[in-house]
């Protein structure tokens, strides 16, 4: 028997079809950013002549401390994305779009998938990677997803805003159900987790321009973490000597 994640269409996935890449259907929605360093964690009132401030120093250390009038401006198109997170094989999709536009009433390339997708709206396939995936393979099917979803940022920064707005509508217990007509709590907590898987493959792999970013984040959440286990254990410490 298969195991893992499955094809919805041929229910075979990773183990059957080790050079298949798999995508989970999502629902991506455009947001208009009117100040994308605003989002990006720096503190308010920077760029007017005061300092970044926060609980992890290393970590602001990192983001610009001083904002020039033109920066403080940036804007950008981001994407929020939800799902019920049902998985399918590109292929199995692309066989299952052609049917779709050769029915006496043919049906667009997501008007057929949201069939497919419990009737839960989609319109992209996040990619998932898999162990015998080609990197060629998996990197065509980065390009077609980010192609579906827009956006003018990075695929990294595209992605990181995306994880970080479905984290927060979780944690404000949005009701993301009625987005997509349908899709569970834990579907979008399992998103979120391949999401990471991509955020990851991006870092590695992309040489491109946005290299000294993926460094920045990289910095960034490792001082996260080590600031994080300080504190926690400075917190173990004082209680142990009460």
Not at 51 to 72: G, N, V
Not at 105 to 115: D, I, N, V, Y
Not at 133 to 139: I, K, L, P, Q
Request: contains cysteine; charged residues 20%; hydrophobic residues 35%.
């Amino acid at each position: 028997d298969e195991e893992g994640l499955t094809c919805m269409v041929c229910q075979e996935g990773y183990k059957y079809k080790p050079n298949e890449v798999m995508g989970v259907y999502v629902f991506a929605t455009k947001l208009k950013a009117s100040n994308v360093y605003a989002i990006e964690g720096t503190a308010p009132g920077v760029g007017d002549g005061g300092e970044a401030s926060s609980e992890f120093p290393d970590l602001m250390d990192l983001l610009p401390s001083r904002l020039s009038s033109s920066q403080r401006n940036v804007s950008a198109t981001l994407v929020t994305s939800v799902s019920a997170f049902n998985t399918i094989h590109l292929s199995c999709h692309d066989q299952a779009a052609k049917a779709d536009r050769n029915l006496s009433k043919p049906k667009s390339e997501f008007e057929g998938a949201t069939l497919r997708n419990s009737r839960c709206k989609c319109n992209s396939l996040l990619p998932i990677n898999g162990p015998e995936v080609s990197s060629d393979a998996f990197a065509l099917a980065i390009e077609r997803h980010f192609g579906n979803v827009g956006g003018d940022a990075s695929k990294f920064r595209l992605l990181l805003h995306d994880m970080r707005l479905l984290a927060l509508r979780i944690a404000h217990q949005e009701n993301l159900r009625d987005e997509v007509g349908g899709g569970s709590l834990s579907s979008n907590v399992k998103l979120l987790t391949y999401q990471l898987q991509l955020g990851l493959y991006l870092i590695e792999t992309d040489h491109g321009a946005h290299v000294d970013e993926h460094v920045r984040y990289k910095l960034a959440l490792k001082a996260f973490v080590d600031a994080g286990g300080s504190s926690h254990a400075g917190s173990s410490s004082s209680s142990s000597s009460s």
